[in-house]
Each structure stands twice: as structure tokens, then as C-alpha cells.
């Protein structure tokens, strides 16, 4: 399980953080780290609070509900912004479906 997961799977993980974490995910984590590389091992990380996260990642790049200083943006209005942006730039003048 070990080499197929790890070395078959085309991700490149440089650190993984999980935040107040459940008691599932924790005995989950007891299972499957036996099966892991070290290397993989020492790149997850378990974070109890959310200031915690402030020694990894700058506020510049966390949402506000995570100590940070992202505003939220809804979905809808994402989509709006993106279906605009779609329509215009059609590929060779045929219009975009999607």
C-alpha cells in the first residue's frame, strides 16, 4: 500500500494541516501513518487552535474565520465574475457553453 499510494499517485505534498481535527480523523491518522514514508509523516501537521496556523501560512493567504485577512466571496457571485470572463474570450469565435 505504501509504494502504490505514494509513488503511483502524481501529487507532490509539501505540508498538510488539519485544524481541530475530530477524534475520528486522529485514530484514523494513528492508523494509516504506519503505511506512510517518514518523509510523508513529518509533513502533516495537527492544529488544535487556528492561530496556530499563523506560524505557517501569512495572513495574506488565510480567510478571516482562520485569523487571516481574506474576505469570503460567494459562490454565486464568483460565478457571475467567472461566466463573464468565459464569454469574453471565446476560442476562434465559437461561443462558450459552460
Known amino acids: ?22 477524534f475520528v480523523m486522529r485514530a484514523m491518522w ?12 513529518n509533513r502533516v501537521y495537527f492544529h488544535s487552535k487556528v492561530e496556530e496556523l499563523l506560524d505557517f501560512f501569512p495572513p495574506s ?8 485577512e481574506v474576505q469570503d466571496i460567494s459562490m454565486e457571485t464568483w460565478l457571475r465574475k467567472a461566466n463573464k470572463e468565459h464569454e ?11
Open 61 to 68: 493567504v488565510l480567510p478571516v474565520e482562520y485569523g487571516g
Open 88 to 98: 469574453a474570450n471565446t476560442m476562434k469565435g465559437q461561443p462558450n457553453y459552460y
Open 30 to 41: 494513528a492508523m494509516v501513518r504506519g503505511f506512510l514514508s517518514e518523509k510523508i509523516r
Open 1 to 22: 500500500m505504501n509504494s502504490s499510494y505514494q509513488d503511483c499517485v502524481p501529487v507532490r505534498y509539501k505540508e498538510i494541516h488539519f485544524i481541530n481535527e475530530s
